[in-house]
């Protein structure tokens, strides 16, 4: 088929949809069907196993629930979503300027606090010429009623009052607090440091930039209300939150803070308020290190409606590296982070946990910040703000704030060691933190809790704070005065510099074999129509059809996303290198069905079939060439990218390769082209190791199976199991199956049992098992055989993966093998779902933020698979040993404050929006004070206790999906004008009112009032009394209740015209409150 042809199907398709009913009845129809055929698929669809035991789906927390859901599902399966092409804000802002310099000691030249913190940093982001990459933003001073949102006037009064102190008033002042100094230029500095951090974030949310970095000093995260400290006057990012929350309407703010001093003043500061969460990793030593309070340890979770919105994550020894860091990100810091769904996050970025740095006396390297900044860049659309607060250790410093600003600019990150265990002492301050707030966040569900008597495998877990010996600083035994010279930790001055200096070597040498190399593109594409001549003859039907990969293309036509790319040709893979995994006779078979007549296809296709399946292996005499199209295009993939020409790479193509075996093909599969690609990337280029991540819905058998004693390639399978049911319908894709021999715990499969499975499953099984085992495994390339079949729609898969949540995993990938990561296209059938979810991963792949994503919370059973992955694989993963018993505390009964997941005015937005089946356009006007509508409607948390594992209602889905990005799912365009819009009546004295009943049988479900008499009836789903009603009266034009659409029975179509709006708005006041 030519792509006019295509093309004319597609607007065939479309016609054939104009007289197709409301959206709430296409959902209703999905019920109805459910109800009829169970959970039997169409014999066309089948790929193979059975189906027999899915009853046992609904034997979790509500049978009628399940059903409710999963038939609302079935519905959503009718309906197109309609993605939104991506719009992404690019741009990193980048903010300095000399007048940071002017706050120094004037008596202790070499204090650590001083202006080279920002000029080597600014020299060292311009030597890898990574300023004039960036949009500069000037800087701005901030204004007293800034300061007034977290200092106190007298404060102010101070501050200011140091300019036209001598210096030895100035000394004076200065032993009145902790760690602190003063220059006539402090308030002017502080004050601009503070404006422009405030600045910056405002930047951000204009969306004249995506993301940025604040290079300024004073730091500010130690400055309390009512006092200076720790180098510290104004707290720069606490003011910069509030602010966001009192004054710009945001409702989630995420804090990061992973300066190795505590920011006890940021904690203070939002001890009650949710609306930003703090999360803090610092040295603590059981309270023993500064800033020696007893609140900066893990039982310190916030107050009053702010509980559980503060976490502390103490460090209580030194040497902590990258290996401690990155599991206190993936078991903590992440699974939190996206629970919460921050509208912005603020990073108080502190380098003075990098190796070398004498305060911090821990071993991060600088490299590690940038995987740090790229974790978070997943959340909230991109929108991160860096801004500096310590690290004393300039060269590693200066390296940790270029590696940050690269990574913020989307530059792949540096490649790390491999992840090593993580040291006992980290492990229970996670486990700690996890055992404390598990009660309020339920991410943090992946540990067993013991019973009273029970103790945990790690001493330090059973215990609760404080440690006996321990002094903390308090008000009671404040000094009169501190000293004017620093050089804590240190007795003497010398002894901090020595301390700073003798790391030089080693932090040279971190920088000497760090690669800062970019390809010149940055992703590559390979396809070609000529693949879409493998068909199943006299089965046009067969869900492996050729318009899967012309759907894929004309989505990234559609989106610009070619433009973008490196487009490749497509070339045949050579015998010898199908031979790579492929047997010599497979392949000479494979040839020979070029030639084929009919009836010898049907004996090739009945010679693979395994008694039971359904045909999954189809050929016609253009197969051969196909697959090996297939192949040969991945390959000129792995050449562009392991040549250096692109960064990461896509490949569209089919027939599919991983059911492939050996010496046989299976499952739509012939070559297996992904299996391939490893060999070909070992033996050309000398790759080391692949991880081979397969997320098609279907166990990658024929993969498990070539590697599966090849320690050469780590291999993870996210698939549907069904106990062995589903297909290939082998327990070879059980959790138990860990390779063989060398290769043991380098395969791992993540089984779900029954359907449904979706976002937050896929993303919990990425945060607790891929990516702690990927940075443990350390991959130098990533290969993705990416089937879209669990994507919601699927007729084979029965999932529910978002094309957002395609996305994310793409992104969490991206962070390995710096960004050498390739995504070939295996299964998907639904050509809606599969095309948005393929063009997702390609826009993530070119830098473009994660969508929008809301938490919910994973199903029980997917909870129960992880934790049997994780109790298998950690004894072969040292990153897995947080899978154990603890103890867990009771959550304490406060007023908090569990923002809903859906409010009227969510409900309201979304009905707006489908009665009229309008695009909705991209917000890009910036309001000072934003409206309860604001970017804060995309998602929340159900503050600290998280989501629910099930929607409620079908609206609430819909705006799930709403939030994502689907600009609206509709089954007909709604017709601008129509003659029988003269037939309606002015409304009745009065109004509407969308809760009276149907005037026949009383009910309130789902009613229609009919504009021309306003007599209200039910709707052809509960009793039809409304279509009676249009027949008898001739009255065809009716608004719904449900949704606010408005139907013409003459037309059959939907209407949109401004005469409907004196009706819509009186039922929009009836049922919100509120006018449209």
């Given at each position: 088929?030519s792509?006019?042809?295509?093309?004319?199907?597609?607007?065939?398709a479309?016609?054939?949809?104009?007289?197709k009913?409301?959206l709430?009845?296409?959902?209703q129809?999905?019920?109805?069907?459910?109800k009829?055929?169970?959970?039997?698929?169409?014999?066309s669809?089948?790929?193979?196993?059975?189906?027999?035991?899915?009853?046992?789906i609904?034997?979790?927390d509500?049978?009628t629930?399940?059903?409710?859901?999963?038939?609302?599902?079935?519905?959503?399966?009718?309906?197109?979503?309609?993605?939104?092409?991506?719009?992404?804000?690019?741009?990193?802002?980048?903010?300095?300027?000399?007048?940071?310099?002017l706050?120094?000691n004037?008596?202790?030249?070499?204090?650590?606090?001083?202006?080279?913190r920002?000029?080597?940093?600014?020299?060292?982001?311009?030597?890898?010429?990574?300023?004039?990459?960036?949009t500069?933003?000037?800087?701005?001073?901030?204004?007293?009623?800034?300061?007034?949102?977290?200092?106190?006037?007298?404060?102010?009064?101070?501050?200011?009052?140091v300019?036209?102190?001598?210096?030895?008033?100035?000394?004076?002042?200065?032993?009145?607090?902790?760690?602190?100094?003063?220059?006539q230029?402090?308030?002017?500095?502080?004050?601009?440091?503070?404006?422009?951090?405030v600045?910056?974030?405002?930047?951000?949310?204009k969306?004249?930039?995506?993301n940025?970095f604040?290079?300024?000093?004073?730091p500010?995260?130690?400055?309390?209300?009512?006092?200076?400290?720790?180098f510290s006057?104004?707290?720069?990012?606490?003011?910069?939150?509030?602010?966001?929350?009192?004054?710009l309407?945001?409702?989630?703010?995420?804090?990061?803070?992973w300066?190795?001093?505590?920011?006890?003043?940021?904690?203070?500061?939002?001890y009650?308020?949710?609306?930003?969460?703090y999360?803090s990793?610092?040295?603590?030593?059981?309270?023993?290190y500064w800033?020696?309070?007893?609140?900066?340890?893990?039982?310190?979770?916030?107050d009053?409606e702010?509980?559980?919105?503060?976490?502390?994550?103490?460090?209580?020894?030194?040497?902590?590296?990258?290996?401690?860091?990155?599991?206190?990100l993936?078991?903590?810091?992440?699974p939190?982070?996206?629970?919460?769904?921050?509208?912005?996050?603020?990073?108080?970025?502190?380098?003075?946990?990098?190796?070398g740095?004498?305060?911090?006396?821990?071993?991060?390297?600088p490299?590690?910040y940038?995987?740090?900044?790229?974790?978070?860049?997943?959340?909230?659309?991109?929108r991160?703000?860096?801004?500096?607060?310590?690290?004393?250790?300039?060269?590693?410093?200066?390296?940790?704030?270029?590696?940050?600003?690269?990574?913020?600019?989307?530059?792949?990150?540096?490649?790390?060691?491999?992840?090593t265990?993580?040291?006992?002492?980290?492990?229970?301050?996670?486990?700690?933190?996890?055992?404390?707030?598990?009660p309020?966040?339920?991410?943090?569900?992946?540990?067993?809790?013991?019973?009273?008597?029970?103790?945990c495998?790690?001493?330090?877990?059973?215990?609760?704070?404080?440690?006996?010996g321990?002094?903390?600083?308090?008000?009671?035994?404040k000094?009169?005065?501190?000293?004017?010279?620093?050089?804590?930790?240190y007795?003497?001055?010398?002894?901090?510099?020595?301390?700073?200096?003798?790391?030089?070597?080693?932090?040279?040498?971190?920088?000497?074999?760090?690669s800062?190399?970019?390809?010149?593109?940055?992703?590559?594409?390979?396809?070609?129509?000529?693949?879409?001549?493998?068909?199943?003859i006299?089965?046009?039907?067969?869900?492996?059809?050729?318009?899967?990969?012309?759907?894929?293309y004309d989505?990234?036509?559609?989106?610009?996303?070619?433009?973008?790319?490196?487009?490749?040709?497509?070339?045949?893979?050579?015998?010898?290198?199908?031979?790579l995994v492929?047997?010599?006779k497979?392949?000479?078979?494979?040839?020979?069905t070029?030639?084929?007549?009919?009836?010898?296809?049907?004996?090739?296709?009945?010679?693979f079939?395994?008694?039971g399946?359904?045909?999954?292996?189809?050929?016609?005499?253009d197969?051969?060439?196909?697959?090996?199209?297939?192949?040969g295009?991945?390959?000129?993939?792995?050449?562009?990218?392991?040549?250096?020409?692109?960064r990461?790479g896509?490949?569209?193509?089919?027939?599919?390769?991983?059911?492939?075996?050996?010496?046989?093909?299976?499952?739509?599969?012939?070559?297996?082209?992904?299996?391939?690609?490893a060999k070909?990337?070992?033996?050309?280029?000398?790759?080391?190791?692949?991880?081979l991540?397969d997320?098609d819905?279907?166990?990658?058998?024929?993969t498990?199976h070539?590697?599966?004693?090849?320690?050469?390639?780590?291999?993870?399978?996210?698939?549907?199991?069904?106990?062995?049911?589903?297909y290939?319908?082998?327990?070879?894709?059980?959790?138990?199956?860990?390779?063989?021999?060398?290769?043991?715990?380098?395969?791992?499969?993540?089984?779900?049992?029954?359907?449904?499975?979706?976002?937050?499953?896929?993303?919990?099984?990425?945060?607790?098992?891929v990516?702690?085992?990927?940075?443990?495994?350390?991959?130098?390339?990533?290969?993705?055989?990416?089937?879209?079949?669990?994507?919601?729609?699927?007729p084979?898969?029965?999932?529910?993966?978002?094309?957002?949540?395609?996305?994310?995993?793409?992104?969490?990938?991206?962070?390995?093998?710096?960004?050498?990561?390739?995504?070939?296209?295996?299964?998907?059938?639904?050509?809606?779902?599969?095309?948005?979810?393929?063009?997702?991963?390609?826009?993530v792949?070119?830098?473009?933020?994660?969508?929008?994503?809301?938490?919910?919370?994973?199903?029980?059973?997917?909870?129960?698979t992880?934790?049997d992955?994780?109790?298998?694989?950690?004894?072969?993963?040292?990153s897995?040993?947080?899978r154990?018993?603890?103890?867990v505390?009771?959550?304490?009964e406060?007023?908090?404050n569990?923002?809903?997941?859906?409010?009227?005015?969510?409900?309201?937005?979304?009905?707006d929006?489908?009665?009229?089946?309008?695009?909705?356009e991209?917000?890009t006007?910036?309001?000072?004070?934003?409206?309860e509508?604001?970017?804060?409607?995309?998602?929340s948390?159900?503050?600290?206790?998280?989501?629910?594992?099930?929607?409620?209602?079908?609206?609430?889905?819909l705006?799930?999906?709403?939030?994502?990005?689907?600009?609206?799912?509709?089954a007909?365009?709604?017709?601008?004008?129509?003659?029988?819009?003269?037939e309606?009546a002015?409304?009745?004295?009065?109004?509407?009112?969308?809760?009276?009943?149907?005037?026949?049988c009383?009910?309130?479900?789902e009613?229609?009032?009919?504009?021309?008499?306003?007599?209200?009836?039910?709707?052809?789903?509960?009793?039809?009394?409304?279509?009676?009603?249009?027949k008898?009266?001739?009255?065809?034009?009716?608004?719904?209740?449900a949704?606010?659409?408005?139907?013409?029975?003459?037309?059959?179509?939907?209407?949109?015209?401004?005469?409907?709006?004196?009706?819509?708005q009186?039922?929009?006041?009836?049922?919100?409150?509120?006018?449209?």
């Amino acid at each position: 088929m030519s792509e006019a042809e295509d093309q004319n199907q597609n607007a065939g398709a479309r016609k054939k949809t104009e007289n197709k009913p409301s959206l709430a009845e296409v959902m209703q129809k999905g019920t109805e069907e459910k109800k009829k055929q169970g959970d039997e698929r169409d014999a066309s669809h089948a790929v193979g196993g059975t189906e027999d035991h899915k009853e046992d789906i609904h034997s979790e927390d509500s049978e009628t629930d399940e059903e409710e859901y999963n038939m609302m599902i079935a519905g959503l399966s009718e309906v197109a979503l309609l993605m939104k092409k991506p719009e992404p804000v690019f741009g990193t802002g980048f903010l300095y300027d000399e007048k940071f310099t002017l706050h120094k000691n004037d008596w202790q030249s070499n204090f650590p606090e001083k202006p080279a913190r920002v000029t080597s940093p600014y020299k060292r982001c311009c030597d890898l010429d990574l300023v004039n990459r960036c949009t500069r933003i000037e800087v701005q001073y901030g204004t007293e009623d800034q300061v007034l949102l977290q200092h106190s006037q007298r404060q102010i009064d101070i501050l200011q009052s140091v300019t036209e102190m001598d210096i030895n008033e100035r000394k004076s002042l200065s032993t009145k607090y902790d760690s602190v100094y003063f220059h006539q230029e402090t308030f002017q500095t502080a004050m601009l440091a503070m404006g422009s951090t405030v600045e910056m974030m405002e930047q951000i949310l204009k969306k004249n930039v995506r993301n940025g970095f604040v290079l300024a000093r004073p730091p500010g995260h130690h400055a309390v209300t009512e006092e200076f400290c720790g180098f510290s006057f104004f707290n720069n990012v606490a003011i910069a939150a509030k602010h966001a929350v009192d004054n710009l309407g945001l409702k989630r703010v995420l804090i990061v803070d992973w300066d190795v001093h505590h920011g006890q003043a940021t904690q203070q500061m939002f001890y009650n308020d949710p609306r930003v969460l703090y999360f803090s990793i610092h040295r603590y030593e059981y309270g023993d290190y500064w800033p020696k309070l007893r609140e900066s340890d893990y039982d310190f979770i916030g107050d009053g409606e702010g509980k559980g919105f503060n976490i502390n994550v103490p460090l209580n020894q030194t040497g902590i590296g990258d290996s401690d860091y990155l599991a206190i990100l993936q078991q903590i810091l992440m699974p939190v982070a996206y629970q919460y769904n921050p509208e912005l996050v603020l990073i108080s970025s502190g380098y003075d946990a990098a190796v070398g740095c004498p305060e911090g006396e821990m071993m991060v390297t600088p490299a590690a910040y940038a995987h740090f900044i790229h974790m978070l860049s997943s959340l909230a659309e991109g929108r991160v703000c860096a801004v500096l607060e310590g690290g004393y250790n300039i060269k590693s410093l200066s390296e940790g704030v270029a590696l940050s600003v690269r990574s913020l600019l989307g530059d792949p990150c540096p490649m790390l060691k491999p992840t090593t265990e993580p040291s006992d002492s980290v492990t229970e301050s996670i486990l700690n933190v996890i055992k404390c707030l598990s009660p309020y966040w339920t991410c943090l569900c992946y540990q067993s809790r013991l019973d009273e008597d029970e103790p945990c495998e790690f001493d330090g877990v059973n215990s609760d704070p404080p440690k006996d010996g321990i002094v903390f600083d308090t008000p009671e035994n404040k000094p009169s005065e501190y000293p004017l010279t620093y050089t804590y930790p240190y007795n003497v001055e010398q002894e901090y510099i020595q301390a700073e200096s003798k790391w030089n070597s080693t932090i040279d040498s971190l920088i000497a074999e760090t690669s800062l190399t970019v390809p010149p593109h940055r992703t590559c594409l390979v396809y070609d129509k000529g693949m879409k001549a493998h068909r199943a003859i006299g089965n046009p039907g067969h869900p492996e059809k050729p318009e899967r990969i012309s759907r894929i293309y004309d989505k990234h036509r559609d989106w610009g996303l070619l433009e973008r790319c490196l487009q490749l040709k497509c070339r045949l893979a050579e015998p010898e290198e199908l031979e790579l995994v492929h047997s010599e006779k497979f392949i000479d078979q494979m040839k020979k069905t070029e030639t084929f007549t009919p009836e010898e296809m049907s004996d090739f296709q009945e010679a693979f079939t395994i008694p039971g399946e359904k045909v999954p292996v189809f050929v016609n005499n253009d197969s051969y060439i196909c697959a090996r199209m297939a192949a040969g295009c991945t390959l000129n993939v792995i050449d562009c990218v392991l040549s250096g020409q692109a960064r990461n790479g896509v490949a569209i193509v089919r027939p599919p390769g991983h059911h492939a075996e050996c010496e046989k093909p299976m499952g739509f599969c012939f070559f297996n082209s992904v299996a391939i690609a490893a060999k070909y990337a070992q033996k050309k280029f000398g790759v080391k190791k692949v991880l081979l991540l397969d997320w098609d819905v279907h166990h990658g058998n024929g993969t498990q199976h070539m590697f599966y004693e090849d320690p050469s390639v780590l291999y993870i399978s996210l698939h549907r199991y069904d106990g062995g049911f589903f297909y290939p319908s082998s327990t070879d894709g059980n959790y138990n199956m860990v390779g063989r021999k060398a290769s043991l715990g380098f395969n791992v499969n993540i089984p779900w049992h029954y359907g449904g499975k979706g976002d937050a499953e896929y993303l919990a099984a990425f945060q607790q098992i891929v990516m702690p085992i990927a940075y443990e495994y350390a991959p130098d390339l990533v290969l993705v055989s990416a089937g879209f079949d669990a994507a919601i729609g699927d007729p084979l898969g029965g999932c529910k993966v978002t094309p957002a949540g395609y996305g994310h995993m793409t992104h969490m990938l991206s962070g390995l093998a710096s960004g050498r990561v390739i995504v070939v296209l295996e299964g998907g059938y639904n050509l809606v779902s599969m095309a948005n979810s393929m063009a997702t991963c390609t826009s993530v792949l070119l830098g473009d933020p994660a969508p929008v994503w809301r938490y919910e919370q994973p199903q029980q059973i997917a909870v129960m698979t992880i934790c049997d992955v994780l109790d298998t694989h950690r004894s072969y993963w040292k990153s897995l040993k947080f899978r154990v018993g603890i103890p867990v505390k009771e959550k304490e009964e406060s007023s908090t404050n569990e923002e809903e997941n859906k409010t009227d005015e969510d409900i309201s937005k979304l009905s707006d929006q489908l009665s009229s089946v309008s695009v909705r356009e991209p917000n890009t006007d910036f309001e000072t004070k934003q409206s309860e509508e604001s970017m804060a409607e995309q998602g929340s948390s159900n503050g600290a206790e998280g989501g629910s594992d099930k929607f409620s209602s079908n609206k609430e889905l819909l705006k799930h999906y709403e939030d994502q990005g689907v600009e609206a799912m509709y089954a007909v365009e709604p017709l601008k004008d129509c003659k029988h819009l003269d037939e309606v009546a002015p409304l009745p004295e009065g109004g509407l009112n969308v809760n009276d009943p149907c005037e026949e049988c009383e009910a309130k479900g789902e009613n229609w009032v009919c504009l021309v008499c306003y007599k209200v009836y039910c709707s052809r789903y509960v009793k039809e009394h409304m279509v009676k009603h249009g027949k008898e009266a001739k009255h065809p034009v009716v608004l719904s209740y449900a949704d606010l659409s408005v139907w013409c029975y003459e037309c059959d179509n939907y209407l949109d015209n401004e005469k409907l709006k004196p009706a819509k708005q009186s039922a929009h006041k009836s049922k919100f409150g509120r006018d449209l």
